[in-house]
């Protein structure tokens, strides 16, 4: 079955086509959004290992000149160096802006490629195929694209949308597993946030291959709710801030360790167990929300209460954060599983959400 959501921007409309075995003729697929030659594949070695050969040939027997572009797997990629060896490659292969970019990766491509497509020659057009469930329920849809620099993450980039997204839970089952329980941080997240129907849903999951079933619903879900925030908030003023729930927390932990020993989706999911207690007991979140999170994410092999580390360490890698604005911190509590809200709070009074 063919779910497909349609991303409204005030820029473009764009869908977002979910199937499982759908890359098995993806020439097919494409035909529909791009109508000229040439295309450039950008890809990690990883992903290009299993998928790019097959991806290649059927592209070219629609009649496609095809170029691939591989790079180094790993966050390290996100870099200025690589986008400029990206923009080198794409000039060497005779791009023009009447030809198409396919991020075809995780997270990583997704957001290189697409800041390399976003300024390439003013900008062409570009079609995110995210083959990690991270990508595949979060940053290939709602067109930020950036590179990091070395003083931080993600801090060069854009707002600049694909022409479609296309998405086939298949390739997920080559995904290392802590790259899937990874993905699967942000999906609870969603759950919490907006969707109590989805949170009930994974409750009764019991093993893999009980998620693999249910796995497309899972995504169309979570991609539902991300358009659905996007086309209310591109630019991230208000509601998208909803979908930072459990991440002024998960950040601060991912800085403390140097983004080494946590994945960001474990690192969230600290972040949400702890907010969520701490709401609680405040009075703010109905009795018993931080005990079904926990539950949730224990099934997961997901970590929920934060490592022994100085709260005042927490406390400054909160502050240098960049989504914090002036004195104030906008914080996201659940009222109950399904019902998030921001709260806007005083700096200084994010230290009692951290004591335990
Ligand atoms: N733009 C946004 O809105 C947004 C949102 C969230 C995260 N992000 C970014 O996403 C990045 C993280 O993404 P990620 O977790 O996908 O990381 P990633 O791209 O590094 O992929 C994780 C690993 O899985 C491998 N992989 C991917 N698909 C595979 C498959 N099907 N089979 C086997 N291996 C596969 C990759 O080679 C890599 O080693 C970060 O840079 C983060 O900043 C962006
Ligand atoms: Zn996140």
Redesign the pocket.
Known sequence: MLNKLEVNVPQKTYPILIRKGIMEDIGYEIKKYYYNKKITIVT????EN??GEGFVQNLSSYGYEVHTISIR???NS?SIETLTQLYNQLLDNGMTRRDLIIAF???????LAGFAASTFLRGINYIQIP??L??QI??SI?G???VNLPRG??LVGSFYHPEAVIIDSN??K???QR?LY??MGEVIKYACIKDKELFKKLSIINNEAELFSNIDEIIYRCCNIKREVVEKDEKEAGKRMLLNFGHTIGHAIEKVFNYEKY??GEAVSMGMYVITQKSESLGITKAGTAKLIKELLIKFNLPYQIPKIRTEKLLEAIELDKKSESDFINLVLLNEIGDSFIKKIDKKDMVQYLLT
């Not at 990766?105 to 957001?111: A, L, P």
């Open positions: 990690d070695y990883n992903v299993l998928y797997p790993g966050e996100k990766g995780g997270g990583v491509i997704g957001d083959t990690s991270l990508a979060d940053s709602g930020k694209v950036a993450k993600n390739m997920l080559t995904l290392p790259y990874d993905g994945t960001h």
